[in-house]
C-alpha cells in the first residue's frame, strides 16, 4: 500500500452501521449481485444491528463480492472485517460486528432462507436510502420484500 493511500485510509471517520450495511449493497449491487436485502436486526437479537443479505451467481461473483464489500467497507466506512466465514464458496459471510454480510450462491440462498428465519426484521428501502433501483430479485424474494 502507498503512503497516500494509508493516509488517506486514515482520515476516513468510520461510518454508523447503518452506512456500512448501505455501503455494503452498493458494492454487491457494483458487482452484479441480485437479491439484495438489508434487514434491520437490532431489535431482535443482540448480536447484529444488521444482515446484509445478496446472491452471487457463482462461486467467483460470491468471492468478487465479498472482496468489494470488505474494501468498500475499509476504504469508505473505515472498518474492516472481525471475521471472514465460507462454506464450500456456496456461502460466505463478513462479520463487522454490527454488520453481517451474508453472500449466497441461489442455491444455498433457496436452503437456509435466512431471510425468512428473521422475517420479523425491518427491511431498508434500498431505492431510496441507498439509491439502488435496478437491483433485480427472485419471485420468492420479490414476495417476502411484499414487492409482487
Same mark, same amino acid.
Given at each position: 500500500?502507498?503512503?497516500?493511500? +494509508? @493516509?488517506?485510509?486514515?482520515?476516513?471517520?468510520?461510518?454508523?452501521?447503518?452506512e456500512c450495511a448501505?455501503?455494503? $449493497? %452498493? $458494492?454487491?449491487?457494483?458487482?452484479?449481485?441480485? &437479491?439484495?436485502? =438489508? %434487514?434491520?436486526?437490532? &431489535?431482535?437479537?443482540?448480536?447484529? &444491528?444488521? #444482515?446484509?443479505?445478496?446472491?452471487?451467481?457463482?462461486?467467483? @461473483?460470491?468471492?468478487?463480492?465479498?472482496?468489494? =464489500?470488505? +474494501?468498500?467497507?475499509?476504504?469508505?466506512?473505515?472498518?474492516?472485517?472481525?471475521?471472514?466465514?465460507?462454506?464450500?464458496?456456496? /456461502?460466505?459471510?463478513?462479520?463487522?460486528?454490527?454488520? =453481517? !454480510?451474508?453472500? #449466497? %450462491?441461489? %442455491?444455498?440462498?433457496?436452503?437456509?432462507?435466512?431471510? +425468512?428465519? /428473521?422475517? &420479523?426484521?425491518? !427491511?431498508?428501502?434500498?431505492?431510496?436510502?441507498?439509491?439502488?433501483?435496478?437491483?433485480?430479485?427472485?419471485?420468492? =424474494?420479490? @414476495?417476502?420484500?411484499?414487492?409482487?
Open positions: 500500500m502507498t503512503d497516500a493511500t +494509508e @493516509q488517506n485510509e486514515m482520515n476516513v471517520t468510520e461510518k454508523t452501521p447503518r448501505i455501503l455494503a $449493497a %452498493q $458494492a454487491a449491487d457494483e458487482k452484479k449481485a441480485t &437479491d439484495i436485502m =438489508i %434487514q434491520e436486526m437490532g &431489535d431482535l437479537t443482540s448480536v447484529t &444491528d444488521y #444482515f446484509v443479505i445478496v446472491t452471487a451467481s457463482n462461486e467467483r @461473483q460470491v468471492e468478487a463480492i465479498v472482496d468489494a =464489500i470488505e +474494501e468498500d467497507l475499509r476504504v469508505k466506512g473505515g472498518v474492516k472485517p472481525l471475521g471472514r466465514e465460507c462454506e464450500d464458496r456456496t /456461502w460466505m459471510l463478513l462479520d463487522f460486528g454490527a454488520v =453481517i !454480510v451474508h453472500v #449466497f %450462491q441461489p %442455491q444455498a440462498r433457496d436452503y437456509y432462507r435466512l431471510e +425468512e428465519l /428473521w422475517n &420479523d426484521a425491518p !427491511v431498508l428501502d434500498l431505492a431510496k436510502e441507498a439509491g439502488l433501483t435496478e437491483v433485480q430479485y427472485s419471485e420468492r =424474494i420479490a @414476495q417476502l420484500m411484499g414487492m409482487e
